[in-house]
């Protein structure tokens, strides 16, 4: 069961109106790693914890907290979206300033949402449930958790630099902290989980017998130079006990061969088959 509450976690109100920025804003809305991503993500990963009930209610706290968000960055791009100069077209063609701003906005803006935000990016890209990911493994999900966070925060931060607006900042300023507060939360989590299940690697139920293991700690050198065996951990220690390895890259497998397609399926011939 969820309850909607009429105030918003954070204030959202802009200075003054301003339709680029709003097509902008909609990115960290309806993009890859926006807050109906992250919202969605958290839900669907604690509707589906089995037998972990402190992790549930973090992941329900988190992703009922990110819904909010929704509606706080909803709120903001309908302000900034408020008495801006949309829909006079005449005016817009005589005034340069005025025409530049409606060159630079998000057409469903005006057109589909009536001033209101949309379930999309900043490009006008519809949100995909393809953006989350929920496994059932908290371990692996956590660490999602955390890039999902880490390139929010990656994008709040742009935005940030991108207004001058007070309004603006003081809710990108309170997102920025909040995305402080969930990477901490994911990271100590997965610190919670490694230390339970006894080591790092994701899911760790997996038998040692159906891992090829001698392939399990070797770097292999596919690019130009040997840089990468430069890296200080190189000379040391996996996270999971077992020592790095540096190797040049070979072949364990043969050459491929493939028998000739079926009639039906009106491949090119062998060459043994081709005429001339």
Known sequence: ?????????????????????????????????????????????????????????????????????????????AQLLEGAPVYEQEKAASDPVIGAIMGGMNPHHAIVSGLGATPENSAGVPWSAGYIIASGNLLADFRANVTAESQGRLQVARLYSMTDDKGVKDLLSFLLARDTMHQNQWIAAIRDLEEKEGGVIAPSTVPPEWEATEYSHTLYNFSEGEDSAQLPWMSGNAPDGHPFKYGQPQAFGQKPVLKPGPLESHDTLPEDKLKG
């Open 1 to 77: 069961m969820f309850f909607n509450r009429k105030e918003l976690q954070f204030e959202a109100k802009p200075d003054k109106p301003d339709p680029i920025f709003a097509k902008q804003l909609q990115e960290v809305i309806g993009g890859q790693f926006g807050e109906m991503s992250v919202a969605m993500q958290y839900l669907f990963q604690g509707w589906n914890t089995r037998g972990n009930e402190k992790y549930k209610d973090l992941l329900m706290d988190t992703g009922t907290e990110e819904l909010g968000h929704i509606e706080m960055l909803a709120t903001m791009v």
